[in-house]
């Protein structure tokens, strides 16, 4: 069992930055793929971003690519989400997910643990 808390959701003028933090706990984290998702109000949850286990090899949506950056800390079991130049599109909640599997993973369904979910919201 891994449990996932997220942190450092808040509410930022278009154009800001914010950092997301995700603190695991449980099992080893560094097996993980972990992943960022998120969800606008009357939308479906969407890929944001991912890191495999070593962090080697990060992947980000289409609609982030050049903004947000995902990194992981082995070591203190922490993955963060630095967003930058941020839109009113992107506000919704982010979750933190942990995935059983190497590799990129991008679908939903293949994470197996997931965070309560932070909000971020952005004024314009």
């Known amino acids: 069992q891994v449990q996932l808390v997220e942190s450092g959701g808040g509410l930022v003028q278009a154009g800001g930055s914010l950092r997301l933090s995700c603190a695991a706990s449980?099992?080893?984290?560094?097996?993980?793929?972990m992943g960022w998702f998120r969800q606008a109000p009357g939308k479906e949850r969407e890929f944001v971003a991912c890191?495999?286990?070593?962090?080697?090899?990060?992947y980000g949506a289409d609609s982030v690519k050049g903004r947000f950056t995902i990194s992981r800390d082995n070591a203190n079991d922490t993955v963060y989400l630095q967003m930058n130049s941020l839109k009113p599109e992107d506000t919704a909640v982010y979750y933190c997910?942990?995935?059983?599997?190497?590799?990129?993973?991008?679908?939903?369904?293949?994470?197996?643990?997931w965070g309560q979910g932070t909000q971020v919201t952005l004024s314009s």
């Open positions: 997910a942990a995935a059983r599997r190497t590799g990129v993973v991008i679908t939903a369904r293949w994470y197996n643990y």
């Open positions: 890191i495999t286990w070593s962090g080697g090899t990060a």
């Open positions: 449980g099992r080893t984290f560094s097996s993980y793929t």
